[in-house]
């Protein structure tokens, strides 16, 4: 582990959280600010954001954050389409 961030226990208190649904809410922020930055890739955010990919993709989306998408991936991905692997 890099680092640790303490969250004093009146944060979640204050709302009436449960310390671990701080806890993953932190996690899911900062790894969308690092992803959204280009600072850590896809895959790394949803393993940081302790997520499955679906479930960080949907996250990316409801914060209207966009993927990078070049023009190798688009011709990958028309030519899978196509049937072509």
Known sequence: ML????????????????????????????????YARGLISAGKATELAEMTRRDFDGLLASRRIERPYDEEELRHDLSWAKGGG
């Open 3 to 34: 680092n640790t961030v303490e969250i004093p226990d009146e944060v979640a208190q204050a709302k009436g959280l449960a310390p671990s649904v701080v806890r993953a809410a932190v996690k899911a922020e900062v790894a969308l600010a690092l």
